[in-house]
Nanobody
Framework: QVRLTESGGGSVQPGGSLRLSCAAAGVNFKISTMAWYRQAPGKEREMVASISDTGSTNYADSVRGRFTISRDNAWMRVYLHMNTLEPEDTAIYYC?????????WGQGTQVTVSS
């Protein structure tokens, strides 16, 4: 059974930093592309960053240069390091992977950026 569990969200002031973590289970993690998505109130879910099994990364234009995605295959975790946070980054952040022709999602973790 595939399971993705996010943690690390919270409230932070503009300019601050957070690190999100996603623990994966039930997948062949080392060959899986992992991604972070987010959904702000009233908006569609959007891809924030992804990392392939070889470590190749991809970022949304809105976060490139501020966010960094990384993975630890030994611990089956993927991380999202978020720096210089802006109020527009406020959203629920979801961990995602595509496995055996299906998309799997975590339950999400709330990130709020406000002064």
């Amino acid at each position: 059974q595939v399971r993705l569990t996010e943690s690390g969200g919270g409230s932070v002031q503009p300019g601050g930093s957070l690190r999100l973590s996603c623990a994966a289970a039930g997948v062949n993690f080392k060959i899986s592309t992992m991604a972070w998505y987010r959904q702000a109130p009233g908006k569609e879910r959007e891809m924030v960053a992804s990392i392939s099994d070889t470590g190749s990364t991809n970022y949304a234009d809105s976060v490139r240069g501020r966010f960094t995605i990384s993975r630890d295959n030994a611990w089956m975790r993927v991380y999202l390091h978020m720096n210089t946070l802006e109020p527009e980054d406020t959203a629920i952040y979801y961990c995602q992977t595509h496995y055996y022709s299906r998309d799997f999602w975590g339950q999400g973790t709330q990130v709020t950026v406000s002064s």
